[in-house]
């Protein structure tokens, strides 16, 4: 985690006891249960007995924490057994199942006091109070990460009270529903305001409801959940990319193998990969009792593939490359929309190369990744080297020293282009480090989509050799990449980027012709005709309904182009294609030569 991050989570993990100290000012008899940090805020699972909450009190809540935000002055931890802890929580039976859970795992048990210092009580008096509150300060089981000086360190503008919603204790059903009252907070009043203006923007562009509107996907109940099916609008888009992220990696000598979707347990569990992960999906076992399951990734196929044939240091680079689907077994409560979906078709590529060949490859991958975020429209990313988690390395292979190395070749790789980069540890993979891209959309939202990995370790356990210039058998060096992630995420983004105005050239429909009356049909269809020879895809709105209402349809629908042909056009033989777009000046032309000057603003990616 980054310091600006963790900082972040100090703020909004402080903010979560200042909610639970409002909230007890106005519902004395509620039972604070949990109340984390979360991603743009935190929030604070309360049981309110009977109490009807509704948002409206919020604004109360609010009010009470900024008052008493002032006087927070400091936090103070007391270090208790779970004897003590206990009989200070005996009337909240949440936090005494905490307490036990925490005293089972053998941990430590802190109580927190935050508010006035002046009130901040000794410990003896804190344990004969029967009371968590002592006026504005508060006193919650906790493990700590808060900020030093609260109202020093927290701006009153920087958080706001959101939603409130049900939530079961311990997300089990069978439990007491709770209330949970979410917060948003950030470092300043101008990124709350920011963030609260993009959610606006976003929830429009919300791929799940564009992706509906537009006809690119659906789900079906009877398929199941997370598994989207592309609908011909849809399949257009990833048809664009993929033709389009083909012809790049073949001009950079990529070459393609085609995978069966399923393989051996045995062959997992020889990459490591079964045990490590749990997104194995069994299919079925065979006449000879062989397991089968559904592939998760592809690089121990991938492994397979170059292992058929012995390679010479003159095959290397030998750049494998597929777009093929992959299956996790995603918890249902996270599938979302295409960004989280079971089914991932993965732009995979393995890279076989020599040890000299390492800088040189990162680079080119870099450089493709650079030249597809640009020519799709994103402009900003940034760099993250996901590292081993110093204190976990059983859960990793390979030795020190080959982590070691790998870490500082991605950091010398990355320095060379001179662009910042963050190192997160816990986030390798286990058979190596990984230069993570995250690019930033339309609205400043960070998406992990490009990753570069950097593996010494497969090599050994799949045994990949080359012979040498020497004649001896030497290791392989593999590269994972992927540029793309997954075709249903990254469409999922690039939805959400553009909010459904795709580039020209990966529009599903990329001209509407709009016949003024039943005598302009014939011509309609003649240039219709023309331009989807020319390969341009070309919807017409007949005249059944009015001109002004059918353009209403393009810009509805979406349709970047289009043209009406009425007796002018006909009478003149020419043709206006209007840009429902800034950025695309219209053209007129003799109808003829229509398909021509279309074709000339497909062909160029800016538009
Ligand atoms: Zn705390
Ligand atoms: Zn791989």
Known sequence: MSDSQNNLDKLRHTLAHLLARATLEHYPEAKPTLGPPVDDGFYYDIDCGDTEFSEDELDKIEGTMKEFLDDWELFRSYDVTADEAREFFADNEYKLELIDDIAEAGDDITLYYSGPKADAPEKADLLESDDTIFRSGFVDLCRGGHVDTPNKDISADSFTLDTVAGAYWRGDEDNQMLTRIYGLAFATEDDLDEFVVNRKKAKKRDHRTLGQELDLFTFSDNVGPGLPMLLPNGEIIRNELETYLNNIKEKHDYQFVNIPHIAKRKLYEKSGHMGKYDAMMPTFTDDSNTEYVMKAMNCPHHFEIYNSRQ??????????????????????????????????????????????????????????????????????????????????????????????????????????????????????????????VMVSDALGRQWQLTTVQLDFVQPDNFDMTYTGEDGEDHQVVVIHAAILGSFERFMGVLIEHTGGDFPLWLSPTQVALLPVGDDHEAVTDDIAKNLESAGIRTVIYGPDESVGKRIRNVHENKVPLFGVVGDDEVDADEITVESRRDDIDDITTEIDGVAERIQELIDNTDN
């Open 311 to 436: 390679k010479s240091y003159r095959d290397l680079p030998l750049r494998i490359a597929e777009n093929t689907t992959v299956y996790r077994n995603e918890k249902s409560g996270e599938l979302h929309g295409l960004t989280r979906v079971i089914n991932l078709m993965q732009d995979d590529a393995h890279h076989f190369i020599r040890p000299d060949q390492i800088n040189d490859e990162i680079q080119m991958i870099l450089d493709i990744m650079e030249n597809v975020y640009g020519t799709l429209g994103f402009g900003d990313y940034e760099i993250q080297i996901s590292v081993r988690d110093a204190d976990s390395d059983q859960k990793y292979f390979g030795d020190d020293k080959i982590w070691k190395r790998a870490e500082s070749i991605l950091v010398d790789a990355v320095n060379e282009r001179d662009i910042p980069y963050e190192k997160v540890p816990g986030e390798a993979a286990f058979y190596g480090p990984k230069i993570d």
